[in-house]
């Protein structure tokens, strides 16, 4: 009955490598987001999606790449992964804007190496 | 553009004393403000919510924050904290409106000392 799912909890790669993280949402929310929060704790959105369409994307490198499949979805790619991606990488949703309340998933811990 | 400042990284307290963690809060327009707790190896929760109306907002799990305009401060303090409350601590602004970005501060480690 897990509300804002991401897999996987883990992740150790290897720089240049590329890997996708997986989010999915159960409470029929139309609005989903990516966080990156780095070693110092420090939370910064990185995208989010309304009803499939990108309404925020902060200054990302394209090697990050969203995809929202439908509402209740929404995956990152990365693609040659550098060691300055690692990060707790968090998933969320909210019924309408974030600034209602968004509900996160339990991260997923990137580390490349 | 609004920021939040969190200026306490860290903040030890015994069980059963009171604890407040400051937030302070930058913006020239009116603005949202939130308290989210995030337990080890989780993601974060939504602790309570200042939108508009009554300064004074509280969680069901006892803990208050007051709305201070003047002081553009939004601390959150609870009487008695519970080894239960060991926990980071993220305070957070967004302007109000649709689809409005949520910025967050770096977070106060809560550390409930038996």
């Known amino acids: 009955d897990t509300a804002v799912s991401q897999t996987p909890k883990y992740l150790v790669t290897q720089m240049g490598n590329d890997k996708s993280i997986k989010c999915e949402q159960n409470?029929?929310?139309?609005?989903m987001y990516w966080y990156k929060q780095d070693s110092k704790k420090f939370l910064k959105i990185m995208f989010s999606?309304?009803?499939?369409?990108?309404?925020i994307n902060e200054t990302v490198p394209n090697r990050f790449s969203p995809k929202s499949p439908d509402k209740a979805h929404l995956n990152l790619h990365i693609n040659s992964l550098e060691l300055g991606d690692s990060a707790v990488y968090f998933c969320?949703?909210?019924?309408?804007?974030?600034?209602?309340?968004?509900?996160f998933g339990q991260g997923t811990r990137l580390t490349v190496v | 553009a609004q920021s939040v400042t969190q200026l306490d990284s860290q903040v030890p307290v015994f069980e059963e004393a009171p604890v407040e963690l400051r937030c302070n809060y930058s913006?020239?327009?009116?603005?949202?403000l939130f308290w989210y707790v995030q337990y080890p190896n989780q993601g974060l929760q939504l602790l309570l919510k200042?939108?508009?109306?009554?300064?004074l907002v509280e969680s069901i799990n006892g803990f208050e924050a007051e709305f201070n305009k003047s002081q553009t401060s939004f601390h959150l303090r609870k009487p008695s904290v519970h080894i239960s409350d060991t926990a980071e601590y993220f305070c957070?602004?967004?302007?109000?409106?649709?689809?409005?970005?949520?910025?967050f501060g770096t977070g106060t480690k809560l550390q409930v000392i038996p």
């Open positions: 200042y939108l508009s109306g009554s300064t």
């Open positions: 913006s020239s327009v009116s603005v949202y």
């Open positions: 957070a602004v967004s302007l109000p409106g649709g689809y409005q970005k949520v910025t």
């Open positions: 409470l029929g929310h139309d609005t």
């Open positions: 999606y309304n009803n499939k369409e990108l309404i």
């Open positions: 969320a949703s909210s019924k309408g804007a974030a600034n209602t309340e968004a509900f």
